[in-house]
């Protein structure tokens, strides 16, 4: 029992305090998410133990984070009020067309490490639905588009105006 314990503490504190260990003693055994291993006798450990299938999510941070409210009126590029920004530089806002924006800022948004979120914040009516979009366009870019559909005329098709303190989420894993 005393030789289990000792086994027990010698790999807990070998494994478990390493900062990506997944590693756990349960009755002797070294546990991990990829299944179990067993330590039936003595157990030496030259070097490093490594987990290869470290998940690079798992610490939860994001490396950079920029959170907005864009608004947005006639052709103008939306306006940024920024509430959070992590990024080395800013981004910048511009119109396409239409009901059509971009947000750029140079090399920094890669994928699958990018996520972002856009938050309507607009009252709709029975006869006016409006649309939110944000995606990847490419390594410097996001789009963001606005939709309305009026349904009185019927009209479908992108609309400028429709940014109102609409709160855009960009975070960047690395």
Same mark, same amino acid.
């Given at each position: 029992?005393?030789?289990l314990f000792l086994l027990s503490s010698f790999v807990s504190l070998l494994f478990v305090s390493q900062?990506? #260990?997944q590693w756990? =003693?349960? %009755? %002797?055994?070294l546990l991990w998410p990829y299944g179990d291993v067993t330590v039936s006798k003595d157990l030496y450990v030259t070097g490093s133990i490594?987990? @290869? *299938?470290?998940?690079?999510?798992?610490?939860? @941070? #994001?490396?950079?984070v920029y959170i907005a409210l864009l608004t947005q009126s006639g052709n103008d590029a939306p306006t940024a009020i920024i509430v959070e920004n992590t990024f080395p530089d800013t981004i910048s806002w511009a119109r396409t067309s239409s %009901? &059509?924006?971009t947000a750029t800022l140079a090399g920094a948004f890669s994928l699958p490490t990018t996520i972002f979120? &856009?938050?309507?914040n607009r009252v709709m009516s029975i006869d006016e639905w409006c649309f939110f979009n944000i995606y990847y366009t490419d390594?410097? @870019?996001?789009? =963001? @588009?606005?939709t309305m559909v009026d349904f009185t005329v019927p009209n479908l098709g992108y609309a400028? %105006?429709?940014? *109102?303190?609409t709160a855009v989420e960009i975070r960047v894993y690395q």
């Amino acid at each position: 029992m005393k030789k289990l314990f000792l086994l027990s503490s010698f790999v807990s504190l070998l494994f478990v305090s390493q900062l990506n #260990a997944q590693w756990w =003693v349960s %009755g %002797g055994n070294l546990l991990w998410p990829y299944g179990d291993v067993t330590v039936s006798k003595d157990l030496y450990v030259t070097g490093s133990i490594i987990n @290869t *299938n470290y998940n690079r999510f798992e610490s939860n @941070t #994001a490396s950079y984070v920029y959170i907005a409210l864009l608004t947005q009126s006639g052709n103008d590029a939306p306006t940024a009020i920024i509430v959070e920004n992590t990024f080395p530089d800013t981004i910048s806002w511009a119109r396409t067309s239409s %009901g &059509i924006y971009t947000a750029t800022l140079a090399g920094a948004f890669s994928l699958p490490t990018t996520i972002f979120f &856009i938050y309507p914040n607009r009252v709709m009516s029975i006869d006016e639905w409006c649309f939110f979009n944000i995606y990847y366009t490419d390594f410097n @870019t996001l789009s =963001v @588009t606005t939709t309305m559909v009026d349904f009185t005329v019927p009209n479908l098709g992108y609309a400028d %105006g429709i940014l *109102n303190y609409t709160a855009v989420e960009i975070r960047v894993y690395q």
